[in-house]
């Protein structure tokens, strides 16, 4: 049976909630996609891959590919191209470079069935795409419907962290006068079902918006996707209120609502219709016991104060390793102009505080000088695990002990992620 058969037949066989992530990488000049055999030769020469085989068919490359010791199934090929209207432009691209993408009209197909870690799948699948296409203008990622800068991409390829798990997914937003309808693309490809907030506003909508976006990067770490009704400790809105999510499917999830309401049964017609759940709250552990779940809203005023999300041990690593990789960046914008530097600092939480897994609350600071190894910052906010701190208190840190950046300058808000920005 031949590669592109087997593709085919497993398709059949997949999860029903499994999908390829489908990118497509528009070149720089249109040349460097005419030849279909430097296009493999390019990723046999890609560092830390071994093409375990490959078939051609008009013009299509199915391919299996060895990384660190497990295998992924790949499709590549060349595909017609014209820019999206309602995509979301995830970086700023220059004039000219906006100009190419507009005019663009081809590019080369990677689609790619994710492996177990999703993020490390989405890492090698820009690895990927690197290293076929070095000299990338854009990429246009289908599946979360985002477009991507080819320099981002390149800086993103060449890294040892993985970048946040947010690049996975978008969230939208869709709007009809003060009604908001918020869900995400992109989930689905890592084996889990998309999330969704109903019934927002526009005056709420970024506060659910963060509640989405920390719900769908811990599901992303999970083992296991989250069953329906089942609890998961999403945030702390105060000293004495936390935040308990659960998902449910649309269709249960639409019952509370008039079916012409925006995400309302009258829209599932045609699309969202499969593998997505909306995000509810349980307000008690008797609530939780008796899944007696409310609408995300019943949190609206607490909300406005401040929460703190939680955040894995895994991803609080992966942030502080891509924050210091990238350190320099924040040693060359500190007093440069009118920029205006925060830094995110582990501390260690009171005795009483601490559990195996919460040892350290991560808080923001503004950063005011450099010192060698060493910083020294002023805290911006309040914390809660942290009694003899307070908003205001100036300490020195070891640069080891920050896990975030943020660089504001006149034009730009700017974080490890953003980083390509500054090398131009």
Known sequence: MGLLNLFNRKMQEKLQYDTFSTMLAIPRYEKDILEPDIILQRLKEMAGIRIVSSELDDYKYALVIEYREKEHQLLLYPDSFTLPEYYRQQHRFPDVEMDKLIRAETGIMIEMLFGEDSLESYHLQLKIVNAILPDLLALIDISSEKILSGRWVAMAAASE?????????TVQAVSDDDQVWL????????GIPELEVLNSTTETSNNHYNIIETAASRLLEQEEPLKPKEPLYLARLSEDIVMVITVISWEEAVKGYPSDML?????????????????FVYLSEEDCKKKRYKPVSIYDEVLKDNPIFMITTKETARMRSLAIERIDYVRKALGKGENTILVKIGLVIDDEFKEDNNLHEHIWFELKEFNGDTLTAELTQEPYYVKDMHTGSVGSYKIDEVTDWLIFTPEHRLSPDDAYLLAE
């Open 161 to 169: 962290v993985a970048p946040a798990p947010r690049y996975i997914y």
């Open 183 to 190: 869900h995400t693309h992109g989930l689905s490809r890592c």
């Open 263 to 279: 995400g309302g049964k009258r829209d599932r017609a045609e699309s969202h219709n499969r593998n997505t759940n909306a995000i």
